[in-house]
């Protein structure tokens, strides 16, 4: 006679069953009697499970660090309005957007290598000072791989140097995309670290995070 299956469950559990303690399997989160765990075998080895839980968390990031982020992306954007002559020659009333911060531009370029000062600082003073969390420190690299990235269009120009006439034109078109792409992930940067997020430039966060 075929043997009986080995898993028997009563419709009417005797009080005894119930008393005894709970086996719990804590990877389903199901509760099985004690007296069914001889016959139930349940591992958490035997049962697939996803292989990365995502925990999400949010934090508020605090005034003081969201400060400090903003003022980082101003150094790529200084260095960056060398760019933008052609377009200040050809549409003048494009420097009235800049008479908010021209007090802070002035003091700036006041400074004696300002640009260098500026960069140590941040590299050295802000992304590897441990003190500092991880999203000042992103922020900071971020901007100072994009500062980096602005010296390269003129390294290009020197060693091209493209003259006149035909050159000259994709010199003006080219400068002219720089500024505007400058323009773009200044103000991108700057709204998302006002509301706490984090900015994730194009190709500029993938090298700030492997730096970090």
């Known amino acids: ?20 303690p709970y086996f719990s399997c804590p990877s389903l ?17 035997s049962v697939k499970l996803p292989s990365k839980i995502v925990c999400m968390s949010y934090r508020t ?3 003081t660090e969201r400060l400090i982020s903003v003022v980082a992306y101003f ?31 002035s003091f700036y370029k006041s400074i004696p290598y300002g640009s260098f000062v500026a960069f140590f600082a941040l590299y050295l003073g802000v992304v590897r000072n441990p003190r500092f969390s991880s999203y000042v ?12 990235l602005l010296v390269l269009p003129l390294l290009v120009q020197r060693i091209i140097n493209p003259g006149k006439g035909l050159g000259f034109r994709f010199l003006v078109m080219g400068y002219n995309a720089i500024f505007l792409f400058i323009v773009a992930c200044f103000l991108y940067s700057i709204g998302f670290c006002i509301l706490g997020r984090t900015p994730y430039l194009p190709f500029v966060a993938e090298a700030a995070e492997r730096q970090l």
């Open 61 to 63: 990031v605090p005034a």
């Open 29 to 45: 989160a199901i509760r099985f009697p004690h007296s069914l765990r001889s016959t139930i075998k349940i591992s958490p080895r």
């Open 75 to 105: 150094l790529p954007f200084f260095n960056g309005l060398q760019y933008g002559r052609y377009l200040f020659a050809r549409y003048p009333n494009l420097g009235l957007l800049l008479e908010p911060i021209l007090p802070l531009l």
């Open 137 to 148: 420190r992103f922020n900071s690299m971020q901007a100072v791989v994009l500062d980096v």
């Open 1 to 20: 006679m075929a043997s009986l299956p080995l898993l028997r469950l009563s419709l009417h559990p005797s009080p005894q069953t119930l008393k005894k």
